[in-house]
């Protein structure tokens, strides 16, 4: 099952949407300036955080998303043959930012759940927000080119393979302390707790795939604390080292 079962999963068919939303949308402190087959675009105001978001995809095969986070701007791109590009222009991650994209994942999946279950430009900015959301505190969000592996259903610990886990099965967690500390293991049951092995911040609607380097990193912030939710700075090469099964779970991966 591969990255090509995104044209299936992100069919915009049973949308009816028109060219662009007449009136501004709000939900809350969810603003929407304009929903339609091709973007969504607006803002979410939180009582610590403002960021706005604009989501485009002319032909549900390349989408583009540019985010600005209480003035960090940062632009990203998705192709559906599995390659991530990255603009972070030299910002960190501080943990209002963090929350900030917390908020935004919720209220985009809880006020629009059809757009983004149904459009590439949904999925895609839900998605990388959590996605975002689950990076250490003051992670610096680089600027790269992610082509994913299309490695999947393996048994070795092996970060350049994409490896699918079987829910309630026990797998070890490899990870360490910073950046090439002491190694830790840590036996675990795979989507136990909050939904580990995810790729991304708890359980996302859009992500029911549990992989491997997803499971070890959030081992490694159960261990050494929460990201958004603390200042720990560790676990930040186990987030790296996931971003290749990330990009894989844009689209149902896993066989189980």
């Not at 949407?17 to 087959?37: F, K, N, P, Y």
């Not at 960190?92 to 935004?104: F, K, Q």
């Not at 459009?119 to 992610?146: C, I, K, M, N």
């Not at 886990?165 to 990870?175: I, Q, S, V």
């Amino acid at each position: 099952m591969g990255i090509n079962k995104l044209a299936f999963f992100l069919s915009i068919g049973a949308l009816s949407l028109g060219a662009c939303a007449s009136d501004e949308v709000s939900s809350g402190s969810l603003e929407i300036t304009q929903l339609d087959d091709r973007a969504i675009v607006g803002s979410l105001v939180t009582d610590e955080s403002v960021i706005s978001f604009e989501s485009t995809s002319d032909d549900q095969n390349l989408v583009a998303l540019h985010l600005d986070v209480n003035g960090a701007a940062m632009d990203f791109t998705f192709e559906m043959n599995g390659t991530l590009t990255e603009d972070g222009r030299g910002n960190t991650l501080a943990p209002e930012d963090l929350r900030a994209l917390l908020d935004l994942r919720d209220a985009i999946n809880d006020t629009y759940p059809d757009y983004v279950t149904g459009t590439l430009q949904g999925t895609f900015l839900s998605r990388h927000a959590d996605w975002l959301a689950d990076a250490p505190v003051d992670y610096l969000v680089e600027t790269r080119e992610v082509v994913s592996e299309k490695v999947a259903n393996t048994t070795n610990d092996d970060s350049s393979s994409n490896t699918c886990l079987r829910p309630g099965t026990t797998y070890t967690a490899y990870y360490d302390a910073g950046n090439g500390g002491a190694q830790w293991q840590w036996n675990r049951v795979a989507n136990s707790g909050s939904c580990l092995g995810r790729c991304g911040a708890g359980c996302n609607i859009l992500d029911t795939d549990l992989m491997l380097d997803c499971f070890e990193h959030d081992s490694c912030v159960d261990h050494f604390g929460g990201s958004s939710l603390s200042g720990n700075t560790n676990c930040g090469d186990e987030f790296n080292h996931a971003v290749g099964e990330y990009t894989v779970t844009m689209g149902a991966w896993c066989p189980f």
